[in-house]
């Protein structure tokens, strides 16, 4: 049994070695790509850039940073160009002939910023009324009464008057430039004729 027991012994196998434990594997990023177009050109947007990872962490290594960064852009203020209003009806003319001028106007409802588009004119002229105005006929006063044709039996006198302003465009024309009236109208007198005398 002694000797049994020993080669019983003999034939043991070895404990086994203690197995080692995995090292910790860190993340492994790739480099950031370059920045992506701006979402704006104004008013405010951002752009971002991506990266890969080309090695997970394992056993506690590191763990991995962000894949994808951000930044703003597009900061500056976007231009705001002018908006007007309507024009308004054309005003009264200043005149009715002759030659004048009427106007209309617009409101600046949006006043340009940031190098927008300026505003045009708020004030708008074009001539009216140019007609030539009508002209009217001016006179002179009349001039004292001529001699009368005749002291009896019916005669008549004149007068005259210049035309001082001709009319034009349609003015109120001349009256008469020559005016008559009756004059030595009483009867002349009749002398008595008689015959000569007859033979004694």
Do not use: F, Y
Not at 15 to 35: I, K, N, Y
Not at 37 to 52: E, K
Not at 95 to 117: F, H, K, M, W
């Amino acid at each position: 049994q002694a000797a049994l027991d020993g080669a019983l012994a003999a034939c043991s196998v070895p404990e086994p070695l203690p197995v080692p434990e995995p090292l910790p594997v860190d993340c492994q990023m790739d480099a950031w790509t370059e920045w992506g177009p701006c979402g704006a050109t104004c008013g405010g947007s951002t752009q971002s850039r991506t990266r890969a990872i080309l090695v997970s962490p394992e056993n506690g290594g590191a763990a991995c940073q962000a894949t994808v960064d951000t930044r703003p852009c597009g900061t500056d203020p976007c231009p705001v160009d002018c908006q007007m209003d309507a024009w308004t009806e054309w005003g009264p003319c200043g005149a009715t002939c002759d030659g004048s001028t009427q106007a209309r106007s617009r409101a600046i409802l949006v006043s340009p910023e940031n190098g927008g588009a300026a505003c045009q004119a708020t004030v708008d002229t074009r001539p009216c009324g140019t007609d030539p105005c009508p002209v009217d006929c001016h006179m002179d006063a009349w001039a004292e009464w001529g001699p009368c044709g005749a002291t009896c039996g019916g005669s008549t006198q004149s007068r005259t008057r210049a035309i001082l302003v001709s009319p034009e465009n349609g003015g109120a024309a001349c009256q008469a430039t020559v005016d008559t009236r009756p004059c030595g109208t009483d009867p002349c007198p009749v002398d008595c004729h008689m015959d000569a005398w007859a033979e004694w």
